[in-house]
């Protein structure tokens, strides 16, 4: 997969996440198993994107393309920013699972 196949893949699947997260009360998530089910899918993809981005990022410095490396900074930047709110859901789910 190419440079931009990858952003674009990056774009719809952060998208998706979003609205994901659009939906959800993140202090008080309630979602069905198949929910936590695709919030734990979320993660796991943010992971590798990151990863993805990471090593796409050291490649750009590498050949001084210094508008891919904008670009993958700018990437890294949501997908942290992703992460962090869906991890965050996902230790509050955990807690309100373990309350009932």
Same mark, same amino acid.
């Given at each position: 997969m190419d440079?931009?196949?990858r952003l674009d893949a990056y774009k719809n699947d952060s998208q998706l996440m979003l609205d994901f !997260?659009?939906?959800? &009360? =993140?202090d008080n998530p309630r979602? *069905?198993?198949a929910d936590a089910g695709d919030l734990n899918k979320?993660? &796991?993809?943010v992971k590798k994107y990151i990863s993805d981005?990471? *090593? !796409?990022?050291a490649t750009a410095k590498a050949?001084? +393309? *210094?508008?891919? /490396?904008s670009i993958c900074t700018s990437a890294l930047?949501?997908? =942290?920013n992703l992460q962090s709110q869906l991890e965050h859901v996902k230790v509050k789910y955990e807690e309100n #699972? +373990? #309350? /009932?």
């Open positions: 440079f931009e196949e !997260l659009t939906f959800i &009360d =993140a979602m *069905s198993e979320f993660i &796991d993809t981005f990471e *090593s !796409l990022q050949e001084s +393309n *210094s508008q891919r /490396k930047f949501v997908l =942290a #699972k +373990n #309350k /009932k």
